[in-house]
């Protein structure tokens, strides 16, 4: 399965300390504490992937360069292997960490994931994704 879309943009009150952060998700369940893996672009710590491997489990992640938004993001699952990719201009892909083995079950959900960076909802993340999209691959074991 592979996910892609360009120029992910988003904005925010630049004094929040938080994280705010735009890309696309892959997860096993709608559950908050799900195995998934995105790629996600970030105002402070540039593109992310970032993953749970077990549900319930804190989350992990790896980060790539600082950039500018607009910027092409792309996420990869080939059997239980998930890569995440990043692009300036959507030709040219930079693998952004290493890919990452999470055991999901075949039927996954695919999404955009936005968020401000808080969990009490006082601040907010405007984002924008265009030319999204969603190719299915033949899955193979691994």
């Known amino acids: 399965m592979e996910v892609e879309w360009s120029k992910v943009c988003f904005s925010t009150d630049r004094w929040n300390l938080l ?12 559950t908050e504490n799900s195995r998934n893996t995105s790629v996600l672009l970030s105002s402070s710590t540039g593109v992310n992937l970032v993953w749970r491997d077990v549900a319930g489990r ?10 500018n938004v607009p910027y092409w993001v792309k996420l990869i699952r080939s059997a239980n292997i998930f890569t995440g990719y990043m692009s300036g201009d959507g030709n040219t892909w930079t693998q952004v960490g290493s890919p990452v083995k999470i055991y999901m079950t ?33 899955m193979v074991s691994q």
């Open 19 to 30: 994280d705010p952060k735009a890309g696309v998700m892959m997860r096993e369940t709608l």
């Open 58 to 67: 804190r989350g992990a992640s790896s980060s790539r360069n600082q950039i």
């Open 106 to 138: 075949d039927k996954i959900y695919i999404g955009l994931a936005v968020t401000a960076g808080n969990r009490d909802g006082s601040r907010l993340n405007t984002s924008s994704f265009d030319n999204v999209t969603i190719r299915r691959q033949p």
